[in-house]
């Protein structure tokens, strides 16, 4: 028995002493990882965190919106312009190659990969996405025939492929419900007690495993064309609707006709297609991109300056020598004395003190945060936010998202950066875009007071 006791001892100090070298006994934490380091990414800002006021200016008739609340944010990453359409663009061909790539997998083996770098068999094949897509082949005309415009649907005889047929789907894990302290695992009955409401139906169901927690949504990528006619009645904006988003005139323009599950299905995209190039450089720091909070929005847009009632600071739509500083509608509706009728190129006008360039007019932009009156009474003030996920049948009340900055057909009252309204989550406008946000990690960047 001693002997036993003796050997059992030994194998456990042997397992110890494997597990981690040197330290004599004391604390060290396990072996370094290395110095974290991340790289500022393309075309995106860093807004340092801080505190600060969030809410109208003083020219606001007191309480019309929102009440002021001091509130404190951690840093985060910023586009510094909206997506534009040469953006968005890469999105939908994305979508587009991906499905035609299905479709010719499924035909032709080319398209397929069958065994891995090392020679070892892959059962099931798998799709070989580097494979360059040649639309112009004969021989995959008729595989790829689905996708394109069919019998009357065809304007003129011409063949185009239609865009209703460009859905991407994706899935996410629910951090909300799984966090929901009823939805714990049980570690007496080792099993979940809880239950879980799916995100399309709003269908409850008990909590099987942590797999119930992965939502999965499906949308239809392609931009609306023709809110340009149907924002505006007695008016001639089919210019617009032929050739906003498919002319290279427009490629440096903010992208519209996005609804907010669109712009969610972007950032969900972006997030897999930066993974997958990071993953296979063998790097596997996960980079989420999303939609701003509402929080999040107006600290950038005030670009470091407290109370200010514009990105640009000061009380005026006009710079000293009187020109605008913004695209927005001035005076009572001379759509082009700011430089354009409708939208403009983004970075038209100067940045604001983060670099960050159309903060005020241009397109209003969507946020992640749903809209409710007394919103700010209610929210942390530690990254606040309110997030409801609405279902298809819910009332439009519960669909109303927060859009922020105002746009080219907004007067300067909504241009403020204090100033917030809404629009419905599945609608699409001429006059909303959005940009991205990436939060940020370690303490490399510490906030600015």
Not at 26 to 36: A, D, F, M, N
Not at 371 to 399: G, I, R, T, V
Request: glycine content about 8%.
């Amino acid at each position: 028995m001693k002997r036993l006791f003796f050997l059992s001892s030994i194998s456990a100090i042997l397992l110890m002493t494997s597990c981690h070298k040197g330290g004599n006994g004391e604390l060290t934490g396990v072996e370094k990882r290395g110095k974290y380091f991340e790289p500022s990414p393309l075309g995106m800002a860093l807004i340092p965190g801080r505190s600060f006021n969030m809410g109208p200016g003083d020219q606001d008739v007191a309480y019309a919106t929102a009440p002021t609340r001091t509130v404190d944010l951690a840093s985060f990453w910023m586009d510094d312009t909206e997506i534009t359409n040469n953006e968005y663009r890469q999105f939908v061909y994305w979508v587009r190659d991906s499905i035609a790539r299905k479709m010719l997998g499924e035909q032709f083996e080319e398209f397929k990969i069958s065994q891995d770098r090392k020679g070892n068999p892959i059962d099931p094949p798998i799709l070989d996405w580097k494979r360059k897509l040649d639309w112009r082949n004969a021989d995959y005309k008729d595989a790829l025939e689905p996708m394109y415009y069919a019998g009357n649907d065809r304007l003129f005889g011409k063949k185009e492929i239609d865009p209703r047929k460009l859905n991407f789907s994706y899935s996410w894990v629910d951090l909300q419900q799984a966090a929901r302290r009823q939805n714990s695992y049980d570690y007496t009955s080792q099993s979940y007690q809880g239950t879980v409401m799916d995100n399309l139906t709003g269908k409850v169901v008990p909590i099987e495993s942590r797999s119930s927690f992965v939502m999965s949504e499906g949308v239809n990528v392609y931009p609306d064309t023709l809110v340009w006619i149907r924002d505006f009645s007695y008016a001639y904006n089919e210019p617009l609707t032929n050739k906003y988003f498919s002319h290279p005139g427009f490629d440096d323009y903010p992208v519209v006709g996005v609804t907010w599950r669109q712009a969610k299905a972007f950032c969900m995209w972006r997030t897999n297609f930066k993974n997958a190039t990071l993953s296979e450089r063998g790097d596997f720091a996960v980079q989420d991109y999303r939609l701003p909070s509402e929080a999040e929005w107006e600290l950038a847009a005030r670009g470091g300056l407290n109370n200010s009632m514009y990105p640009w600071g000061g009380y005026y739509t006009r710079s000293q020598t009187g020109c605008f500083l913004a695209n927005f509608k001035p005076m009572r509706g001379n759509y082009s004395d700011d430089g354009g009728k409708a939208t403009v190129k983004v970075a038209t006008y100067d940045p604001n003190g983060y670099g960050l360039y159309d903060m005020a007019g241009n397109v209003a932009e969507w946020t992640i945060t749903a809209y409710d009156e007394s919103a700010y009474n209610f929210m942390h003030d530690l990254n606040p936010n309110f997030e409801q996920n609405a279902l298809p049948d819910d009332p439009p009340a519960m669909k109303r998202k927060v859009i922020r900055g105002g746009s080219w057909k907004d007067i300067a009252y909504f241009i403020q950066v204090g100033t917030r309204t809404f629009e419905y989550q599945d609608t699409a406008k001429s006059y909303v875009g959005f940009r991205c946000v990436r939060s940020t990690f370690g303490d490399e960047f510490k906030s600015k007071k």
